[in-house]
């Protein structure tokens, strides 16, 4: 089938060796190079974790003091929420693939895409340096709440700079998407025919350009305030604390769509291929993502129920927040109608898909229950909370980014890896994932507050659960990965289009040439034509 | 599942919480049966041929509007419980909640003050938060009420105790290092036991210096058997000689009464070599008795 020889992995160009890749401004190897450096970040993240499990196993201590479980859960959010969850799908999936999907020969800017890879280097060594420089690492959780964050004589300033830098590579990736979409479709290409990963990009590519400049001003002002004092958030110099949790979630809930449209985009690619069949309600999926990018701009006050915001904005609040609720759930009723007489293989890819559904749908349903005025009163801050957004963002970004992962796994690499210990993988993971999670429900129903280094005697049994479900977790993670890592080297020679895909990244050799098409490819037929054999 | 209920809140919270969840149970039940029972029922090596079907407008009216109906449902549950939560009744009694980095303090209107919360039963109760330094958050769950303490901003909260006894009080906004140290009790008593509690009969013995130490959450930074946490240990702490930053300056010190005085007082002051310029000002939360017994007790260890 494809030759090895002339694919993005193998080009000879005028550069050499680790500079030919840190240098491309190619759309493929970009996606690797943040690949490479979002998995990396992504095993802090998980070790991170691991840790502040370890240390909940038993009330008081465990294996550190408070301070230093106080600094773990605020690298282990930095980390997890602005190198791995933001990030992963857009920057890895999103670069190789959205010009593939288009019929294009790369992204409308390559050096801007290149750029905001250094960008995202760049945030991560602040985030690394603020864990070793002077004041040591930051203790204020991810959140950054002002007054504690300007007192805090941690490194502070330096997290705060990192996520700005940090914002700039989101911004950059966004801008990039939304001109690549508009101008370098090919020909027949409709908007109406585009893959829906494509059009979940183009959903994402609006907030972060939105959204992310918001944050950007907010955590430039944390800096301002922390050095000069000029006293915007700070209640002794007549500044105000609600102010800056307002700004910062203006930014942080549509944030969340950042992370969890375009997983349901990889969600929506893999159905039909492993169903073989066309996706039902292709334009309610389409504008349900738009829907969800603009009703959710308008959510963030479901943060601050209990912080002392007004009757009337908490009410409104909570309605919008009921009615995004919305067009999540059609998403999902189409998924599953997809489904409905269809020629079912249950690939990796499909499996990790079913269990993205299952777990997504918790997270959005505990989410309904958070959404509820007087219940948020009472879980609010507990671990419910924590379970939720895990159960949103692992469970379903997470999962969707593995399932992502294995779909495109052999067009990326032109191999294959074993499916049956891909399967047994993900079957390790999903336990260990709801004996970790689920727990954490469980806890937060009975009061346990977040954010707690010690507890009382009551929240003994869910801990223990949840900290060896973490271990189950981590085991399943080790597996999935080996797997992969051994397909890398040892793994069969994959087809061109292994899982009989109709989207144009599989009309083309596995892996791709440099320049992805011979000949600028005309639409003529629907991403998930399967009528038309 | 749920802690303890012991005021006139649990009943809607909890019966919202169970409304909400029941559909929510259903709608995943359904999802979940109807994604095994197609990917079973049509598997490739049972049903190969697929057919296309490309949406149904029907369809999608109805899961869009019987969604829409289940949501405003819920939206309304939540809502007539939380309208009640904010609507102080006249004839409540008032008590302040001070909190502090890490402990809570509560002052009556007649001047009573308490490290624990007093409350007789079936009457209202109207706490009013202050916080001197940073966020926190009180937070009761057996009367499922929840407020941040911001610091510059007037929160307040109200509830009516139901049940006789005992239950826990949370920081849940995260403060800092103590933060999982900020527990309190709330007491719920009968009127007559409360009313003589408030005028101040059977008020128990001032606490000794040890109890003060763990009451005002000295030591969720400070150990008593020598490692150092966030601040150094009380261990051997009277007559160790110590270095500190004094304005900017380092000395050595002898730590005698009037160091650990100041120490408590104005903290900033002098602070201990390798540890942060954090602690804040006991100054009106220890009363001269009390800032005796601490040093008093200081020296014993
Ligand atoms: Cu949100
Ligand atoms: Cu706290």
Redesign the pocket.
Known sequence: MSPMQNSYLTQSGTRRGLLAWVLSTDHKRIGLLYLVSVLSFYTVGVLLGLLMRLELLTPGKTIVQASTYNAFFTLHGVIMIFLFVIPAIPAIFGNFFLPILIGAKDVAFPRLNLLSWYFYIGGAILVVTALFAGGGPPDTGWTFYVPYSLRSGTNVSLAVFAAFILGFSSILTGLNFVTTIHRMRAPGMRWMKMPLFVWSLYATAWVQILATPIVGITLLLVILERLFGVGLFDPAKGGDPILFEHLF?IY??PA?YIMILPAMGIITEIIPVFARRTIFGYKAIAYSSIAIAALGSL??G??MFVSGQSYTANVIFSLL?FLVAIPSAIKVFNWVATLYKGAIDTAPPFLFALAFIFLFSIGGLTGLIQGALSVNVYVHDTYFVVGHFHYVMFGGTGFAFFGGLHYWFPKMFGRMYSKGRATVALLILFVGFNMLYFSMFLLGLQGMPRRYYDYLPEFHTGHVVATVGSWVLVAGLILMFANLLHALRKGEKAEDNPWGGKTLEWRIASPPPPENFEEVPVITSGAYDYGAR | MFPDAASTFASPVDGAFLFITAICVFMLALITFLMVFFTIKYRRTRHPESENIEGNLLLEIVWTVIPTILVTAMFYYGWIGYREMVNVPEDAITVQATGRMWSWLFEYENGRKSDTLHVPVNRPVWIKLVSVDVLHSFYVPAFRIKKDVVPGVDNSLWFQPDEIGSYDIFCAEYCGTGHSAMLSKVDVMPEKDFQAWLEGAGAPAPLSGKELLKAKGCRGCHSLNGPSLVGPSFRGIFGRREKVMTGGREQEVVIDEAYLRRSMLEPAADVVVGFPPIMPSQKGVLSEEELVAIIEYLKTL
């Open positions: 979630w942080s809930h969340v959510v963030w479901h943060h927040t």
